[in-house]
C-alpha cells in the first residue's frame, strides 16, 4: 500500500521551519535591542557598556545575514 504523506518528512519539515521562524525572530530582535541600548548608554556617557550593546547587535545582525544567505542557498539548490 502506497503512502500518500511522508509523516516523518512532514515533521522534520515543520520543525525545522519552527526553529528557522523563532531563531530569525530572536536574532533580528536582539538586533533592535542591542541598537536602542547602545544608544541610550552613549547618550549616558557609558561607553564601555554602550560598546558592548553594539557588539551584540553586529553579532545579531550577522547572524540574520547568514540566515537569509542560508535560506537562499537552500532554495536554489537542486
Known amino acids: 500500500m502506497a503512502t500518500i504523506v511522508d509523516w516523518s518528512t512532514l515533521l522534520d519539515l515543520a520543525l525545522a521551519s519552527l526553529g528557522a521562524g523563532v531563531g530569525a525572530t530572536v536574532a533580528?530582535?536582539?538586533?533592535?535591542?542591542?541598537?536602542?541600548?547602545?544608544?541610550?548608554?552613549?547618550?549616558?556617557?557609558?561607553?564601555?557598556?554602550?560598546?558592548?550593546?553594539?557588539?551584540?547587535?553586529?553579532?545579531?545582525?550577522?547572524?540574520?545575514?547568514?540566515?537569509?544567505?542560508?535560506g537562499i542557498r537552500v532554495m536554489v539548490q537542486k
Open 28 to 70: 533580528f530582535s536582539l538586533v533592535i535591542y542591542g541598537t536602542d541600548r547602545a544608544s541610550d548608554l552613549r547618550r549616558q556617557d557609558r561607553a564601555l557598556a554602550a560598546g558592548a550593546y553594539g557588539v551584540i547587535a553586529a553579532l545579531a545582525l550577522a547572524a540574520c545575514a547568514a540566515l537569509v544567505v542560508f
